[in-house]
């Protein structure tokens, strides 16, 4: 973990592999009843996620307070994937790992670039400090 004095504490995780993004719920019909799934796919992926923020967090307390998010997705094709769902796999995978909930997220940056070769994910979370500085600063740009 890192200060940068506008963050108290930062945490880096890098995940290889596409990235899968969390699309809407999905619903089949059995019997007559209706069943919400979650893909295979999605749930591989946020099991990745989830794996790899334990390993980073093994020795670290979680983080609290506002957070900011970085997440730099690199695809592995041009098709279109909405930054939005593949964020929400990520920040669901994190809940009670880096952070106590996901509602503690007060900016999040998302990226995305072409990369055939290196697929993944980098993930940046850092704990803003409480000192005020960040909402002066983010009002003043009025």
Same mark, same amino acid.
């Given at each position: 973990m890192v200060?940068? =004095?506008?963050y108290w504490r930062t945490v880096y995780i890098k995940v290889d592999g596409e990235p899968v993004p *969390?699309? #809407?719920f999905r619903a089949v019909s059995k019997s007559g009843k209706l069943h919400g799934y979650t893909p295979k796919r999605v749930k $591989?992926? %946020?099991?990745? &996620? +989830?794996?790899?923020?334990? #390993?980073? @967090?093994?020795d670290k &307390? @979680?983080? #609290? =307070?506002?957070?900011?998010?970085t997440l730099l997705f690199t695809l592995s094709n041009h098709r279109r994937v909405d930054g939005d769902n593949l964020s929400k796999n990520i920040l669901d995978s994190l809940n +009670?790992?880096?952070y106590r909930d996901? %509602? #503690? /997220? !007060?900016?999040?940056? /998302?990226?995305k670039r !072409?990369? *055939?070769?290196?697929?993944?994910?980098?993930? /940046?979370?850092?704990? /803003? $400090?409480? $000192? =005020?500085d960040y909402y002066r600063e983010t009002s003043s740009r009025e």
């Amino acid at each position: 973990m890192v200060d940068f =004095g506008r963050y108290w504490r930062t945490v880096y995780i890098k995940v290889d592999g596409e990235p899968v993004p *969390k699309q #809407s719920f999905r619903a089949v019909s059995k019997s007559g009843k209706l069943h919400g799934y979650t893909p295979k796919r999605v749930k $591989n992926w %946020s099991a990745l &996620v +989830r794996a790899e923020a334990i #390993s980073v @967090m093994a020795d670290k &307390v @979680m983080l #609290s =307070g506002d957070l900011s998010i970085t997440l730099l997705f690199t695809l592995s094709n041009h098709r279109r994937v909405d930054g939005d769902n593949l964020s929400k796999n990520i920040l669901d995978s994190l809940n +009670r790992v880096v952070y106590r909930d996901d %509602s #503690s /997220i !007060v900016e999040l940056i /998302i990226r995305k670039r !072409v990369e *055939k070769t290196k697929p993944g994910v980098d993930i /940046i979370v850092e704990e /803003i $400090n409480d $000192n =005020g500085d960040y909402y002066r600063e983010t009002s003043s740009r009025e």
